[in-house]
């Protein structure tokens, strides 16, 4: 008989420890914990960051193209598809000829102009 209750005892005790190392966690909980979900936000940063700069050689590319567009002065900045444009041209036409290039690149969804005028050789 007491080989029994020490049998019921030992298995009793292998349940209450197996069940306290099992605790619940919501489908939406990182897997990881912490340090994955740091591990996650940085890869997403580095990503948008390639991805801005992407943009910003694509809109670059496409101004340097257009013949009509002096690009030597001119910084393109984008920052999850907001574009500005900064620098100088040498004449107001060309301010507007870079805002139409540059909109119809694929990937911009808003564009700040901000490029001046300044002679050349000035």
């Avoid at 919501?26 to 897997?31: E, K, L």
């Avoid at 984008?78 to 690149?105: H, N």
């Amino acid at each position: 008989m007491k080989a029994t209750q020490a049998f019921k005892l030992a298995v009793s005790v292998m349940l209450i420890g197996a069940s306290l190392q099992a605790y619940g966690q919501d489908a939406s909980a990182p897997v990881g914990g912490a340090s994955e979900t740091a591990r996650t936000a940085a890869q997403q940063n580095k990503a948008a960051r390639a991805a801005n700069r992407a943009l910003s050689r694509r809109v670059r590319a496409a101004l340097a193209k257009d013949k009509n567009i002096d690009v030597a002065n001119v910084t393109v900045r984008a920052k999850e598809g907001a574009v500005t444009l900064q620098g100088t041209v040498p004449d107001s036409s060309q301010i507007d000829r870079a805002t139409g290039v540059a909109q119809r690149v694929a990937g911009v969804t808003s564009l700040k102009n901000a490029l001046t005028v300044r002679p050349a050789g000035s």
